[in-house]
């Protein structure tokens, strides 16, 4: 572990009492980014599906399923695109256009791309406690998503 990492706790993170400027979020790697924001991204659905439509554990699987995929996020990032600031522009670009070595069978690369740079996006600003930005930009790319 790196020394500076020796002290912090998950729970630091998520109470907000360690966080990394939005310069220092942002000159991560992007892969970095994207790994995180996976697991963020994923985590907010889930949370958001069972707040807004509730219900059985297999049918919020399968909603959670059907929102977290490269197509759905091409398509939320497609609704939220033009709202973003110039950093987060930035980091969803660099992310994008980052050199990956394979592409799923079952996604277009273009879709896969886009999924990245979303899941980047949203590692930045989970870093860098952007945390309301985070859900009132969830909130718009999963609009027809959370409904019943």
């Known amino acids: 572990m790196c020394p500076e990492c020796e002290n912090v706790q998950p729970a630091d993170v998520l109470l907000g009492t360690r966080r990394m400027s939005e310069r220092e ?3 991560l790697s992007v892969h970095v980014l994207a790994f ?26 399968r909603r959670s399923v059907q929102a977290v995929n490269a197509a759905s996020q091409a398509a ?14 930035a980091v969803y670009r ?27 996006l949203f590692g930045y600003l989970y870093l860098s406690g952007q945390h309301a930005r985070m859900c009132e930009l969830l ?10």
Not at 139 to 148: H, R
């Open 94 to 120: 660099r992310a994008r256009n980052a050199h990956s070595t394979h592409t799923p069978k079952h996604m277009s690369e273009g879709d896969y791309h886009c999924a990245t740079g979303v899941e980047a």
């Open 25 to 27: 979020a942002a000159a």
């Open 76 to 89: 939320g990032y497609r609704r939220i695109q033009a709202e973003l600031t110039e950093r987060e522009a």
């Open 139 to 148: 909130q718009k790319m999963l609009a027809d998503k959370t409904e019943k």
């Open 36 to 61: 995180l924001g996976d697991s963020v991204y994923s985590l907010l659905v889930r949370e958001m599906l069972v707040l807004t439509v509730g219900g059985k554990a297999g049918e919020l699987h």
